[in-house]
Protein backbone atom coordinates (compact mmCIF):
# COMPACT_ATOMS: atom_id res chain seq x y z
CA UNK A 1 0.00 0.00 0.00
CA UNK A 2 1.38 3.11 -0.99
CA UNK A 3 1.92 6.01 1.46
CA UNK A 4 -1.03 8.59 1.78
CA UNK A 5 -0.75 11.79 -0.19
CA UNK A 6 -1.65 14.37 2.27
CA UNK A 7 -2.56 18.41 2.28
CA UNK A 8 -1.40 20.39 5.58
CA UNK A 9 -3.63 23.32 6.92
CA UNK A 10 -3.64 24.82 10.50
CA UNK A 11 -7.15 24.15 10.69
CA UNK A 12 -9.61 21.62 9.04
CA UNK A 13 -13.18 21.87 9.65
CA UNK A 14 -15.64 18.89 9.07
CA UNK A 15 -19.09 20.01 8.08
CA UNK A 16 -20.31 22.67 5.53
CA UNK A 17 -23.01 23.63 7.72
CA UNK A 18 -23.94 26.48 10.12
CA UNK A 19 -21.61 26.00 12.60
CA UNK A 20 -18.51 24.89 10.21
CA UNK A 21 -18.92 27.92 8.16
CA UNK A 22 -19.12 30.21 10.58
CA UNK A 23 -16.42 28.99 12.53
CA UNK A 24 -14.35 29.19 9.55
CA UNK A 25 -15.69 32.94 8.66
CA UNK A 26 -14.83 34.42 12.23
CA UNK A 27 -11.10 32.63 12.46
CA UNK A 28 -10.64 34.03 8.94
CA UNK A 29 -11.87 37.48 10.05
CA UNK A 30 -9.58 37.46 13.14
CA UNK A 31 -6.63 35.68 12.14
CA UNK A 32 -6.49 36.32 8.25
CA UNK A 33 -2.65 34.34 7.81
CA UNK A 34 -4.48 31.09 8.71
CA UNK A 35 -4.99 28.55 6.55
CA UNK A 36 -8.36 26.80 7.14
CA UNK A 37 -10.86 24.65 4.83
CA UNK A 38 -13.59 23.19 5.24
CA UNK A 39 -15.21 19.38 4.19
CA UNK A 40 -18.60 18.73 3.22
CA UNK A 41 -19.45 15.14 2.16
CA UNK A 42 -22.58 16.40 -0.07
CA UNK A 43 -21.99 17.01 -3.54
CA UNK A 44 -22.44 20.91 -2.75
CA UNK A 45 -22.51 23.16 -0.11
CA UNK A 46 -26.21 22.66 1.48
CA UNK A 47 -27.19 19.55 -1.06
CA UNK A 48 -27.58 17.76 2.41
CA UNK A 49 -29.09 20.46 5.03
CA UNK A 50 -32.32 20.16 6.67
CA UNK A 51 -34.10 22.28 9.15
CA UNK A 52 -37.62 23.70 9.59
CA UNK A 53 -35.66 26.78 10.18
CA UNK A 54 -36.48 29.34 11.98
CA UNK A 55 -33.74 31.51 12.92
CA UNK A 56 -32.71 34.24 15.75
CA UNK A 57 -30.36 36.47 13.47
CA UNK A 58 -28.52 38.29 16.57
CA UNK A 59 -25.39 35.70 16.32
CA UNK A 60 -25.57 36.48 12.39
CA UNK A 61 -25.33 39.90 12.86
CA UNK A 62 -22.44 39.59 15.10
CA UNK A 63 -20.77 37.56 12.64
CA UNK A 64 -21.71 38.81 9.02
CA UNK A 65 -23.23 42.11 10.33
CA UNK A 66 -24.32 43.57 6.98
CA UNK A 67 -26.27 40.39 6.11
CA UNK A 68 -29.47 41.80 5.97
CA UNK A 69 -28.55 44.01 2.90
CA UNK A 70 -28.26 41.11 0.90
CA UNK A 71 -30.17 37.94 2.43
CA UNK A 72 -29.93 34.30 1.31
CA UNK A 73 -32.38 33.64 -1.37
CA UNK A 74 -35.27 32.19 1.45
CA UNK A 75 -35.31 34.53 3.98
CA UNK A 76 -39.17 35.53 5.35
CA UNK A 77 -38.83 37.54 8.44
CA UNK A 78 -41.65 36.03 10.57
CA UNK A 79 -45.25 37.70 10.72
CA UNK A 80 -47.38 36.04 13.17
CA UNK A 81 -47.24 32.64 15.27
CA UNK A 82 -49.85 29.75 16.39
CA UNK A 83 -49.64 27.10 18.38
CA UNK A 84 -52.29 24.20 18.10
CA UNK A 85 -53.48 20.99 20.02
CA UNK A 86 -54.85 18.73 17.31
CA UNK A 87 -57.46 16.19 17.24
CA UNK A 88 -58.08 13.69 14.60
CA UNK A 89 -60.52 16.41 12.83
CA UNK A 90 -59.99 19.64 14.32
CA UNK A 91 -57.98 20.98 17.69
CA UNK A 92 -57.95 24.07 19.42
CA UNK A 93 -55.41 27.33 19.13
CA UNK A 94 -53.48 28.68 22.43
CA UNK A 95 -54.86 31.62 23.55
CA UNK A 96 -50.87 32.09 24.59
CA UNK A 97 -47.35 31.57 23.12
CA UNK A 98 -44.53 29.67 25.20
CA UNK A 99 -41.57 31.78 25.23
CA UNK A 100 -39.25 29.86 22.83
CA UNK A 101 -41.99 30.28 20.45
CA UNK A 102 -42.41 33.57 20.16
CA UNK A 103 -41.25 34.64 16.50
CA UNK A 104 -41.15 38.07 16.39
CA UNK A 105 -37.92 39.39 15.05
CA UNK A 106 -37.13 36.00 13.69
CA UNK A 107 -36.50 34.95 10.15
CA UNK A 108 -37.83 31.75 8.02
CA UNK A 109 -35.07 30.48 5.99
CA UNK A 110 -33.86 27.17 4.15
CA UNK A 111 -30.71 26.23 6.16
CA UNK A 112 -29.26 24.67 3.18
CA UNK A 113 -29.60 28.15 0.78
CA UNK A 114 -28.74 29.43 3.60
CA UNK A 115 -25.10 27.76 3.81
CA UNK A 116 -24.86 28.19 0.12
CA UNK A 117 -24.78 31.70 0.67
CA UNK A 118 -22.35 31.58 3.86
CA UNK A 119 -19.95 29.81 1.23
CA UNK A 120 -18.76 32.39 -1.31
CA UNK A 121 -18.34 34.77 2.03
CA UNK A 122 -16.00 32.29 3.40
CA UNK A 123 -14.03 31.80 0.23
CA UNK A 124 -13.83 35.34 -0.06
CA UNK A 125 -12.15 35.46 3.26
CA UNK A 126 -9.33 32.86 2.07
CA UNK A 127 -11.52 29.57 3.14
CA UNK A 128 -10.98 26.81 1.11
CA UNK A 129 -14.05 24.72 1.11
CA UNK A 130 -14.48 21.30 -0.55
CA UNK A 131 -17.53 19.55 -1.25
CA UNK A 132 -17.88 15.98 -2.11
CA UNK A 133 -15.63 15.33 0.06
CA UNK A 134 -16.12 12.85 2.87
CA UNK A 135 -14.53 12.20 6.03
CA UNK A 136 -14.28 8.13 6.02
CA UNK A 137 -11.55 8.60 9.30
CA UNK A 138 -9.68 10.10 11.87
CA UNK A 139 -5.66 10.92 11.80
CA UNK A 140 -4.00 11.06 14.60
CA UNK A 141 -0.68 12.18 15.19
CA UNK A 142 2.01 10.28 16.87
CA UNK A 143 1.34 11.11 20.65
CA UNK A 144 -2.39 10.24 19.90
CA UNK A 145 -3.82 13.68 19.41
CA UNK A 146 -6.18 14.39 16.65
CA UNK A 147 -4.07 15.55 13.60
CA UNK A 148 -6.71 15.77 11.07
CA UNK A 149 -9.16 13.22 9.23
CA UNK A 150 -8.60 10.85 6.15
CA UNK A 151 -10.89 11.59 2.77
CA UNK A 152 -12.28 8.72 2.20
CA UNK A 153 -11.38 6.15 -1.24
CA UNK A 154 -13.32 7.15 -4.48
CA UNK A 155 -13.80 3.99 -6.64
CA UNK A 156 -13.79 0.81 -4.47
CA UNK A 157 -16.26 -1.85 -5.50
CA UNK A 158 -19.27 -3.35 -3.05
CA UNK A 159 -16.61 -6.61 -2.88
CA UNK A 160 -13.79 -4.16 -1.93
CA UNK A 161 -11.65 -4.47 -4.80
CA UNK A 162 -10.68 -1.41 -7.23
CA UNK A 163 -12.70 -0.12 -9.71
CA UNK A 164 -10.83 1.57 -13.21
CA UNK A 165 -11.56 4.70 -11.12
CA UNK A 166 -10.29 4.10 -7.92
CA UNK A 167 -8.52 7.11 -6.37
CA UNK A 168 -6.81 6.93 -2.92
CA UNK A 169 -8.51 9.25 -0.40
CA UNK A 170 -5.77 11.70 0.91
CA UNK A 171 -5.03 12.95 4.53
CA UNK A 172 -5.77 16.58 5.44
CA UNK A 173 -4.02 17.46 8.78
CA UNK A 174 -3.90 20.16 10.94
CA UNK A 175 -2.89 21.49 14.13
CA UNK A 176 -6.18 21.52 15.03
CA UNK A 177 -9.68 20.10 13.69
CA UNK A 178 -13.09 21.46 14.21
CA UNK A 179 -16.02 18.47 14.40
CA UNK A 180 -18.95 20.43 12.85
CA UNK A 181 -20.79 17.41 11.57
CA UNK A 182 -24.43 17.88 12.65
CA UNK A 183 -26.39 15.68 14.91
CA UNK A 184 -24.50 12.50 15.44
CA UNK A 185 -21.72 13.20 13.75
CA UNK A 186 -19.93 9.75 13.07
CA UNK A 187 -16.68 10.74 13.54
CA UNK A 188 -17.61 12.71 16.44
CA UNK A 189 -18.89 9.33 17.68
CA UNK A 190 -15.58 7.65 17.71
CA UNK A 191 -13.99 10.55 19.23
CA UNK A 192 -16.52 10.40 22.18
CA UNK A 193 -15.48 6.81 22.67
CA UNK A 194 -11.95 7.44 22.29
CA UNK A 195 -11.78 10.36 24.68
CA UNK A 196 -14.29 9.46 27.20
CA UNK A 197 -15.96 13.02 26.32
CA UNK A 198 -19.08 11.37 27.96
CA UNK A 199 -18.39 10.35 31.02
CA UNK A 200 -19.97 12.52 33.77
CA UNK A 201 -22.87 13.47 31.26
CA UNK A 202 -26.84 11.29 30.29
CA UNK A 203 -26.38 10.55 27.12
CA UNK A 204 -27.34 12.20 24.36
CA UNK A 205 -31.55 12.17 23.25
CA UNK A 206 -32.08 12.77 19.64
CA UNK A 207 -35.80 12.85 17.67
CA UNK A 208 -36.42 12.59 14.00
CA UNK A 209 -37.56 15.49 11.69
CA UNK A 210 -39.32 15.07 8.35
CA UNK A 211 -39.61 17.38 6.23
CA UNK A 212 -41.11 18.21 2.66
CA UNK A 213 -41.53 21.86 0.67
CA UNK A 214 -44.38 22.33 -0.86
CA UNK A 215 -45.64 24.75 -4.19
CA UNK A 216 -49.46 25.62 -3.60
CA UNK A 217 -51.31 28.13 -5.40
CA UNK A 218 -49.92 31.98 -3.77
CA UNK A 219 -53.28 33.02 -2.09
CA UNK A 220 -53.27 30.28 0.53
CA UNK A 221 -49.87 30.88 1.91
CA UNK A 222 -49.39 34.12 4.59
CA UNK A 223 -45.94 34.49 3.91
CA UNK A 224 -43.87 34.62 7.44
CA UNK A 225 -46.70 32.87 9.35
CA UNK A 226 -45.42 30.17 11.18
CA UNK A 227 -47.70 27.12 13.03
CA UNK A 228 -46.36 24.75 15.57
CA UNK A 229 -49.02 21.78 16.98
CA UNK A 230 -49.33 18.89 19.23
CA UNK A 231 -51.11 16.17 19.61
CA UNK A 232 -52.99 13.91 16.68
CA UNK A 233 -51.77 11.78 15.16
CA UNK A 234 -49.19 10.87 18.46
CA UNK A 235 -50.40 9.47 21.36
CA UNK A 236 -50.02 10.71 24.97
CA UNK A 237 -47.25 8.93 25.29
CA UNK A 238 -45.18 9.67 22.41
CA UNK A 239 -42.96 12.96 21.91
CA UNK A 240 -43.95 15.09 18.56
CA UNK A 241 -45.01 17.93 17.06
CA UNK A 242 -45.35 19.51 13.54
CA UNK A 243 -44.29 22.95 12.33
CA UNK A 244 -45.90 24.75 8.87
CA UNK A 245 -44.09 27.69 7.67
CA UNK A 246 -45.30 29.90 5.00
CA UNK A 247 -42.40 31.45 2.60
CA UNK A 248 -43.06 33.07 -0.64
CA UNK A 249 -44.07 32.34 -4.23
CA UNK A 250 -46.86 29.76 -3.24
CA UNK A 251 -44.39 27.80 -1.25
CA UNK A 252 -44.90 26.07 1.98
CA UNK A 253 -42.33 24.30 4.35
CA UNK A 254 -43.49 21.83 6.76
CA UNK A 255 -42.60 18.61 8.72
CA UNK A 256 -43.00 16.86 11.38
CA UNK A 257 -41.14 15.96 14.79
CA UNK A 258 -41.00 12.39 16.28
CA UNK A 259 -38.81 11.95 19.39
CA UNK A 260 -36.62 8.60 19.11
CA UNK A 261 -37.06 8.03 22.93
CA UNK A 262 -40.64 6.72 21.88
CA UNK A 263 -41.17 3.19 23.32
CA UNK A 264 -44.13 1.45 20.93
CA UNK A 265 -41.75 -0.70 18.89
CA UNK A 266 -44.55 -0.45 15.72
CA UNK A 267 -44.66 2.88 15.41
CA UNK A 268 -43.79 4.68 12.12
CA UNK A 269 -42.31 8.37 12.25
CA UNK A 270 -42.86 8.81 8.67
CA UNK A 271 -46.34 6.95 8.63
CA UNK A 272 -47.29 9.79 11.22
CA UNK A 273 -46.13 12.64 9.58
CA UNK A 274 -47.90 11.49 6.47
CA UNK A 275 -51.10 10.95 9.12
CA UNK A 276 -50.85 14.49 10.16
CA UNK A 277 -50.78 16.25 6.43
CA UNK A 278 -54.05 14.69 5.84
CA UNK A 279 -55.20 16.73 9.30
CA UNK A 280 -57.95 18.81 7.86
CA UNK A 281 -56.08 22.12 9.19
CA UNK A 282 -52.90 21.22 6.85
CA UNK A 283 -54.43 18.94 4.20
CA UNK A 284 -56.68 22.58 3.07
CA UNK A 285 -53.08 24.21 2.79
CA UNK A 286 -51.34 21.41 0.34
CA UNK A 287 -54.42 19.71 -1.69
CA UNK A 288 -53.94 20.39 -5.22
CA UNK A 289 -50.41 21.37 -4.79
CA UNK A 290 -46.86 19.51 -5.60
CA UNK A 291 -43.97 18.56 -3.49
CA UNK A 292 -40.75 20.09 -4.31
CA UNK A 293 -38.35 18.54 -2.19
CA UNK A 294 -38.35 15.69 1.15
CA UNK A 295 -36.47 14.75 3.83
CA UNK A 296 -35.19 13.49 6.95
CA UNK A 297 -32.51 14.53 9.55
CA UNK A 298 -31.71 13.57 13.28
CA UNK A 299 -32.19 16.30 15.41
CA UNK A 300 -30.15 16.57 18.60
CA UNK A 301 -32.55 17.07 22.21
CA UNK A 302 -30.20 15.78 24.63
CA UNK A 303 -29.93 19.54 26.10
CA UNK A 304 -27.70 20.89 28.84
CA UNK A 305 -27.47 17.22 30.70
CA UNK A 306 -25.83 15.43 27.62
CA UNK A 307 -23.50 17.63 26.46
CA UNK A 308 -20.18 15.53 25.89
CA UNK A 309 -17.07 17.64 26.55
CA UNK A 310 -16.04 19.41 23.75
CA UNK A 311 -12.38 19.23 23.57
CA UNK A 312 -9.72 16.64 23.47
CA UNK A 313 -5.93 16.80 21.99
CA UNK A 314 -6.08 18.38 18.73
CA UNK A 315 -9.80 18.51 18.07
CA UNK A 316 -13.18 20.71 19.77
CA UNK A 317 -17.17 20.03 18.84
CA UNK A 318 -19.09 22.47 17.95
CA UNK A 319 -22.17 23.37 17.31
CA UNK A 320 -25.57 20.09 16.69
CA UNK A 321 -22.56 17.84 17.08
CA UNK A 322 -21.60 19.42 20.59
CA UNK A 323 -25.33 18.71 21.33
CA UNK A 324 -26.21 22.47 21.66
CA UNK A 325 -30.04 22.83 20.53
CA UNK A 326 -32.72 24.14 22.27
CA UNK A 327 -35.48 22.25 22.18
CA UNK A 328 -38.53 24.12 23.13
CA UNK A 329 -37.26 26.87 20.98
CA UNK A 330 -37.12 24.02 18.07
CA UNK A 331 -33.72 25.97 17.08
CA UNK A 332 -30.39 25.03 17.34
CA UNK A 333 -28.44 27.64 14.40
CA UNK A 334 -28.23 30.54 16.31
CA UNK A 335 -26.70 27.94 19.03
CA UNK A 336 -24.27 26.80 16.28
CA UNK A 337 -23.26 29.66 14.94
CA UNK A 338 -23.02 31.04 19.12
CA UNK A 339 -20.71 28.04 19.63
CA UNK A 340 -18.42 28.50 16.17
CA UNK A 341 -17.36 32.27 16.83
CA UNK A 342 -16.38 31.06 20.63
CA UNK A 343 -14.41 28.35 19.52
CA UNK A 344 -12.42 30.60 16.71
CA UNK A 345 -11.97 33.09 19.30
CA UNK A 346 -10.90 30.68 21.82
CA UNK A 347 -8.37 29.47 18.89
CA UNK A 348 -7.41 32.71 17.58
CA UNK A 349 -6.35 33.39 20.77
CA UNK A 350 -4.84 30.13 22.21
CA UNK A 351 -2.00 29.85 19.13
CA UNK A 352 -4.79 26.97 17.68
CA UNK A 353 -4.84 24.70 21.36
CA UNK A 354 -8.41 23.39 22.04
CA UNK A 355 -7.45 23.56 25.65
CA UNK A 356 -9.80 25.52 27.64
CA UNK A 357 -12.88 25.77 24.91
CA UNK A 358 -14.87 23.28 26.67
CA UNK A 359 -14.49 26.08 29.87
CA UNK A 360 -15.65 28.93 27.94
CA UNK A 361 -18.60 27.12 26.03
CA UNK A 362 -20.03 26.11 29.50
CA UNK A 363 -19.82 29.42 30.73
CA UNK A 364 -21.16 31.05 27.57
CA UNK A 365 -24.76 31.96 26.72
CA UNK A 366 -24.80 29.36 24.54
CA UNK A 367 -24.68 27.04 27.86
CA UNK A 368 -26.83 29.47 30.00
CA UNK A 369 -29.75 29.24 27.52
CA UNK A 370 -29.33 25.38 27.46
CA UNK A 371 -29.47 25.23 31.08
CA UNK A 372 -32.88 27.23 31.93
CA UNK A 373 -34.90 24.87 29.51
CA UNK A 374 -33.07 21.43 30.46
CA UNK A 375 -36.02 20.26 31.80
CA UNK A 376 -38.59 20.62 29.30
CA UNK A 377 -37.97 18.29 26.93
CA UNK A 378 -37.03 15.37 29.52
CA UNK A 379 -40.89 16.03 31.35
CA UNK A 380 -42.58 14.47 28.53
CA UNK A 381 -41.36 10.86 29.12
CA UNK A 382 -44.08 11.13 31.28
CA UNK A 383 -46.90 12.16 29.15
CA UNK A 384 -47.70 14.79 27.31
CA UNK A 385 -49.87 15.94 30.06
CA UNK A 386 -47.44 16.04 32.26
CA UNK A 387 -44.78 17.84 29.70
CA UNK A 388 -46.83 20.41 29.02
CA UNK A 389 -47.48 21.21 33.15
CA UNK A 390 -43.65 20.87 33.79
CA UNK A 391 -42.88 23.58 30.34
CA UNK A 392 -45.26 25.91 32.27
CA UNK A 393 -43.46 25.30 35.08
CA UNK A 394 -40.29 25.64 34.22
CA UNK A 395 -41.23 28.86 32.52
CA UNK A 396 -42.32 30.34 35.48
CA UNK A 397 -39.93 29.48 37.02
CA UNK A 398 -37.18 30.63 34.51
CA UNK A 399 -35.41 26.96 34.83
CA UNK A 400 -34.03 27.63 38.46
CA UNK A 401 -35.99 24.20 39.56
CA UNK A 402 -33.97 22.65 42.32
CA UNK A 403 -33.76 19.40 40.32
CA UNK A 404 -32.67 18.20 36.87
CA UNK A 405 -34.09 15.36 35.16
CA UNK A 406 -32.17 12.53 33.51
CA UNK A 407 -31.61 11.25 29.93
CA UNK A 408 -31.71 8.18 29.01
CA UNK A 409 -30.68 6.53 25.72
CA UNK A 410 -32.71 6.26 22.75
CA UNK A 411 -32.18 2.65 22.05
CA UNK A 412 -32.46 1.78 25.32
CA UNK A 413 -36.71 2.94 25.40
CA UNK A 414 -38.62 0.34 23.42
CA UNK A 415 -41.06 -2.21 24.95
CA UNK A 416 -40.41 -5.73 23.84
CA UNK A 417 -43.49 -7.27 21.80
CA UNK A 418 -46.59 -8.01 24.48
CA UNK A 419 -45.13 -6.50 27.16
CA UNK A 420 -47.09 -3.24 26.23
CA UNK A 421 -50.23 -1.60 25.69
CA UNK A 422 -50.82 -0.84 22.35
CA UNK A 423 -51.85 2.71 21.91
CA UNK A 424 -55.05 3.98 19.85
CA UNK A 425 -53.26 4.88 16.46
CA UNK A 426 -56.75 6.68 15.62
CA UNK A 427 -55.59 6.97 11.66
CA UNK A 428 -56.84 7.66 8.45
CA UNK A 429 -57.00 7.28 5.14
CA UNK A 430 -54.91 9.30 3.74
CA UNK A 431 -54.79 10.79 0.09
CA UNK A 432 -52.31 13.49 -0.02
CA UNK A 433 -48.18 12.23 -1.77
CA UNK A 434 -46.47 10.30 -1.34
CA UNK A 435 -47.65 6.81 -1.18
CA UNK A 436 -45.25 5.26 0.65
CA UNK A 437 -41.67 6.02 1.81
CA UNK A 438 -40.08 4.99 -1.95
CA UNK A 439 -41.84 7.53 -3.82
CA UNK A 440 -40.97 9.91 -0.78
CA UNK A 441 -37.15 9.06 -1.41
CA UNK A 442 -37.72 9.93 -4.98
CA UNK A 443 -38.19 13.60 -3.50
CA UNK A 444 -34.84 13.69 -1.64
CA UNK A 445 -32.83 12.88 -4.97
CA UNK A 446 -30.69 11.15 -3.08
CA UNK A 447 -28.03 9.03 -5.40
CA UNK A 448 -25.42 6.38 -4.26
CA UNK A 449 -23.54 4.31 -6.94
CA UNK A 450 -24.74 0.84 -5.68
CA UNK A 451 -21.07 -0.96 -6.44
CA UNK A 452 -19.58 0.72 -3.64
CA UNK A 453 -18.99 -0.69 0.08
CA UNK A 454 -22.22 -0.46 2.16
CA UNK A 455 -22.15 2.28 4.45
CA UNK A 456 -24.93 0.78 7.07
CA UNK A 457 -23.21 -1.44 8.91
CA UNK A 458 -25.01 -4.48 10.41
CA UNK A 459 -22.77 -6.38 13.17
CA UNK A 460 -24.69 -9.08 13.25
CA UNK A 461 -27.06 -10.08 10.99
CA UNK A 462 -28.00 -13.20 13.04
CA UNK A 463 -29.75 -11.53 15.89
CA UNK A 464 -32.44 -9.86 12.93
CA UNK A 465 -33.49 -12.93 11.99
CA UNK A 466 -33.72 -14.34 15.28
CA UNK A 467 -33.88 -12.24 18.50
CA UNK A 468 -35.18 -9.14 17.20
CA UNK A 469 -37.65 -10.25 15.03
CA UNK A 470 -39.11 -12.22 17.98
CA UNK A 471 -38.84 -9.66 20.37
CA UNK A 472 -39.59 -6.14 18.24
CA UNK A 473 -40.40 -7.30 14.69
CA UNK A 474 -37.70 -5.34 13.23
CA UNK A 475 -38.61 -2.06 14.44
CA UNK A 476 -35.86 -0.97 11.89
CA UNK A 477 -38.40 -1.75 8.94
CA UNK A 478 -40.28 0.94 10.10
CA UNK A 479 -38.38 3.90 12.16
CA UNK A 480 -36.70 4.32 8.62
CA UNK A 481 -38.06 7.24 6.51
CA UNK A 482 -36.64 5.74 3.45
CA UNK A 483 -37.56 1.89 3.43
CA UNK A 484 -33.87 0.82 3.71
CA UNK A 485 -34.26 -2.41 5.88
CA UNK A 486 -36.32 -4.35 4.84
CA UNK A 487 -37.11 -8.23 5.81
CA UNK A 488 -37.21 -10.96 3.32
CA UNK A 489 -37.68 -14.47 2.21
CA UNK A 490 -34.44 -16.52 2.77
CA UNK A 491 -35.38 -19.21 0.67
CA UNK A 492 -35.73 -22.02 3.72
CA UNK A 493 -39.45 -20.24 5.07
CA UNK A 494 -37.40 -18.00 7.69
CA UNK A 495 -36.45 -14.05 7.56
CA UNK A 496 -33.42 -12.15 6.50
CA UNK A 497 -32.46 -8.39 6.31
CA UNK A 498 -31.81 -6.69 3.34
CA UNK A 499 -30.29 -3.41 3.26
CA UNK A 500 -31.07 -1.13 0.82
CA UNK A 501 -28.42 1.28 1.34
CA UNK A 502 -28.97 3.54 -2.02
CA UNK A 503 -31.79 4.56 -0.24
CA UNK A 504 -30.47 6.50 2.33
CA UNK A 505 -31.10 10.07 2.92
CA UNK A 506 -28.25 9.91 6.11
CA UNK A 507 -30.47 10.64 9.41
CA UNK A 508 -29.25 8.43 11.26
CA UNK A 509 -31.77 6.79 12.78
CA UNK A 510 -30.99 3.30 12.44
CA UNK A 511 -27.27 4.73 14.32
CA UNK A 512 -29.25 5.77 17.09
CA UNK A 513 -32.73 3.66 17.46
CA UNK A 514 -31.84 -0.01 16.67
CA UNK A 515 -32.40 -1.57 20.30
CA UNK A 516 -29.34 -4.07 19.87
CA UNK A 517 -26.53 -0.92 18.94
CA UNK A 518 -26.49 -3.14 15.95
CA UNK A 519 -26.38 -0.50 13.04
CA UNK A 520 -23.50 1.60 12.60
CA UNK A 521 -23.68 4.93 10.15
CA UNK A 522 -20.28 5.41 8.51
CA UNK A 523 -20.05 7.90 5.24
CA UNK A 524 -20.42 6.46 1.79
CA UNK A 525 -18.81 7.84 -1.08
CA UNK A 526 -17.88 11.54 -1.17
CA UNK A 527 -20.34 13.42 -3.24
CA UNK A 528 -23.05 10.42 -2.43
CA UNK A 529 -26.54 10.68 -0.46
CA UNK A 530 -29.36 13.16 -0.39
CA UNK A 531 -29.20 16.19 -3.19
CA UNK A 532 -32.50 18.97 -1.05
CA UNK A 533 -33.65 21.64 -2.87
CA UNK A 534 -33.92 24.18 -0.24
CA UNK A 535 -34.37 22.33 3.12
Same mark, same amino acid.
Given at each position: ?14 ? !? ?27 ? @? ?61 ? @? ?31 ? %? ?8 ? @? ?23 ? #? ?22 ? +? ?17 ? *? ?6 ? #? ?41 ? &? *????? &?? %? ?8 ? !? ?24 ? +? ?27 ? $? $? *? ?9 ? +? ?17 ? %? ?12 ? @???? &???? #? ?12 ? &? ?47 ? %? ?43 ? #? ?30
Amino acid at each position: MSEREFMEYDVVTVG !GGPAGLAFAIRLKQIRPELSVCVIEKAST @IGAQILSGAVIEPEPLDALLPGWRDSPPPVCIPATEDEFWMLSKTGGFKFPFLPPGMRNHGNF @IVSLGAMCAWMAPQAEALGVEIYPGFAAADLYY %NEDGSVGGVR @IGDMGVAKDGSHKPGYTQGIDIRAK #VTVLAEGARGHLTKRLIEKFGLDS +GCDPQGYSIGIKELWQVPE *ERVTPGKI #VHAMGWPADSRTYGGSFVYHLDKGRIALGYVSGLDYTDPRYKP &W *EAFQQ &WK %NHPHVKALLE !GGSIVSAGARAIVTGGWQSLPKCEMP +GAILIGDTAGLLNVPKIKGTHQAIRSAML $A $A *EHLAGSELSPQ +GFDAKLRASPAMAELRTVR %NVKPGFKRGLWFGL @INAA &WETV #VGGRSPWTFRNKAD &WTTLHKLGEYEEPRRDYVERTLPPRDRLAGVYFAATEHDEDQPVHLIVH %NTDVCATTCLKEYDNPCTRFCPAGVYEMVDDGTGGKRLQVNAANC #VHCKTCDIKDPYENITWVTPEGGAGPNYQNL
